[in-house]
């Protein structure tokens, strides 16, 4: 073939690829550009998660009617004369792609005002190819639709998520801008549901009440740090506050969404030995910097930046963040003597009996896990996949376990017990978690789960994508023994509850059904339930740090006694560690190399 210029629909095709991934991207564009015109209430609706429409109406200074063409050309721009002007770049847009891009996969319809002209300007874009402006009478201020995305790009439509998928990508950008602009009014419909509505009254706190609920927005430990020429602010979580992923990491760079690993490492830094292995913090942080001092050019979607003096960022972040979690949640001390002397391992991680388990009592404090026997004695190992603990010298398993005398508690987190071969070490909170689950799922397949109606229904508000994972739930939630119904936007009553859960808050049972699904998942029916029955039995055990009485401590092990695995949680991890009356006449050097 011979060598030819591509023709600028198609050139334009290709250059969407890079930007206009996934209707997400579309919102991020057009939101960006609102911001950058000044605009003070942005309204976003949306329909079939953006596949079928996506408009964005905003009251910023508009487009001048015959500026309308040029804004939909490529490489076309009011924002950037030289390159030079990228280190001083205020605005979130420069490349001049976003609305010819959007306009070569879309049917793109563009209405604008500017205040000095009487009559606003209307432009029709279909696959690229640009019709005729008209006059229209509107209101000062730019209306963006975009209809049909990627109809000409099947190709596209083809690697787009599930609905519910694509729209929590929607729900989780506007959310994130809502907060990283907390005066501006932002307004996001679905169809005919409102789900996020903020009042621009720049109260960041109010918006994270509305997005995770008010108490863990009351919980969520606020930053303010400045330190030459850098700011931080925002919020992140305390550490009895955690997800099982990074997608609640947040970082803004100069009012620019970033995913930043060295930010992120930053962070973590910072909750180092204060989380438990796999578990996460939540933050919206807000980072302002010379522009002089970043790269935005980086990237097709401006999703990256690069630092010019990267150390000295990822110090002041991990720095700020630790302040702030020791400043709000000093790590409580232990007795030693609780121990004795020998003990070794982190001093960080002996918090135990005494901690106020009031504060986030829905999360697990994940502190006490590391308090696992890590000293003379292997640890059992689990085996990849299998879910069963592998034969160490410490545990010969079976699957069943034998009577068990009880001797105690120690740590508040572990029951000592005595068996026909040995001593049992039981961790209480994987122990409770499969005594629920095998409850549970009895009672699941003999299809009646006993539910008890709550003497006061409570309300619980998701943020907007958990609970659009809710509503799909809501059926499978009916056969678990729950009365749950939509109350609002967001907005859940819960009105009964599995009876084996009465006396736990039922607002936590309902967050653990949501807060894990990975983005992607489309379990089966039967995992599903499974799925659900073994999250909220997690947050439904009893926690590790927890004192129990005699009676309760006995009936623990009856009822580990009684399951079908007892050996490990739900999720596969051990339930026990076994030391068999041999391996500690070994120890001891009663037996064996003597
Ligand atoms: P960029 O944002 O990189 O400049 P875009 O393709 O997103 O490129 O937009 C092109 C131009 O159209 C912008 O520079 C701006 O002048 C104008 N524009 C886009 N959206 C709006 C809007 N909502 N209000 C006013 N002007 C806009
Ligand atoms: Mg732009």
Known sequence: MPIRLLSSEVASQIAAGEVIERPASVVKELLEN????????????????????????????????????????????????????????????????????????????????????????????????????T?????????????????????????????VTERRAIDALVTRYALAYPGKRFKLSEGKNVTLQTSGDGDRRAILAALYGVDVAKQMLEIMAEEEGYKLTGFISPTSLTRSNRKEITFFVNGRWVHEISLSAALLQAYHTLLMVG?????????????????????????????????????????????????????????????????????????????????????????????RLETDVQSPTLQPGSGQVS???ISNLQSTIPLLRLIGQIGATYIVAEGPDGLYLVDQHAAH??????????????????????????????????????ITQLPALQHFGFDVEEFGPNTFQVRAMPALFMGSDPAVALRALVEDFEEDETPLQNEIEKKIAARVCKRMAVKGGQVLSNEEQRALLTDLEACDSPRTCPHGRPTMIHLSVDLLERQFGRRGAR
């Open 433 to 470: 978690e499969r005594v629920l689950f095998e409850k549970l799922m009895t009672q699941h397949e003999m299809k009646k789960i006993p539910s008890q109606s709550l003497l006061t229904p409570i309300v619980v508000t998701l943020p907007p994508q958990s609970s659009h994972l809710l």
């Open 135 to 163: 006059k229209v009478g509107t209101t000062v201020g730019t209306t963006i639709r975009v209809e049909d995305l990627f109809y000409n790009v099947p190709a596209r439509l083809k690697f787009l998520k599930t609905e």
């Open 34 to 133: 609102s911001l950058d015109v000044g605009a003070h209430t942005i309204t976003i609706s949306v329909e079939e998660a953006g596949k079928k429409l996506i408009e964005i109406a905003d009251d910023g200074a508009g487009i001048p009617s015959d500026e309308l063409d040029l804004a939909v050309s490529r490489h076309a721009t009011s924002k950037l004369i030289r390159s030079a002007d990228l280190f001083s770049i205020q605005t979130l847009g420069f490349r001049g792609e976003a609305l010819a891009s959007i306009g070569s996969v879309s049917r793109m319809t563009i209405t604008s005002r500017v205040k000095e002209e009487q009559e606003g300007a209307r432009l029709k874009v279909e696959g690229g190819v640009s019709g005729k402006p």
């Open 279 to 371: 578990r996460y913090p939540m933050t919206a942080l807000f980072l302002e910097i010379n522009p002089a001092e970043v790269d935005v050019n980086v990237h097709p979607a401006k999703a990256e930046v690069r630092f010019r003096n990267q150390e000295k960022i990822f110090s002041f972040v991990q720095r700020s963040a630790r302040k702030a979690l020791l400043a709000y949640s000093p790590v409580p001390n232990v007795a030693p003597s609780l121990w004795g002397t020998t003990r070794t391992g982190p001093s960080e991680s002996t918090s135990l009996a005494g901690l106020d388990w009031a504060i986030g009592h829905d999360e697990e404090l994940s502190v006490n896990r590391d308090l």
């Open 391 to 393: 034969s160490s010298p």
